[in-house]
């Protein structure tokens, strides 16, 4: 059974202050941010992530890299929600899903459907967690 994290990438943005700063600079640079971040986790855990942003009345698009984080932006007429629990009814069944998100209703619908939630502070501590302990085993290998 594959392991995925999706966040629910706005939601995740306002909740951090240091990306809701960025964010009031310039959006692309918070977006670019959260990603990093997440590709970081990905590499450290194994866990395939997907950040789900509002696509603002764009049609829908999948931005990811191939070995990256996959990155969707809601279609017109949706919202990054709407895609979220898309996902999860479609996959929950079949794979471990954990959905990062501050929105309640959300993370109570995405449960639902078979989701583990998580906030943003949890989230938080999940991803400086996977760099301490890549960080860990890198000076472990370098002193072998």
Partial sequence: MARFLIVDAHSIIFAWPELRALHQRRMAL?????VQALTHYQDFSGVRVVAVFDGQGQR????????????????????ADDVIER???????EHEIT??????????????FGAT????DFLWGMLGEARAGFERDLKRHQRQ
């Fill in 87 to 93: 996902l999860v009814a479609r996959y929950g069944q």
């Fill in 99 to 112: 959905v990062a998100t501050r929105d309640r209703l959300e993370a109570q619908t995405a449960s639902t």
């Fill in 30 to 34: 918070a977006r670019e941010a959260l």
């Fill in 60 to 79: 829908a698009a999948d931005a990811g890299e191939p070995g990256g984080v996959q990155v969707i932006y809601s279609g017109q007429g949706e919202t």
């Fill in 117 to 120: 939630c998580i906030s943003p």
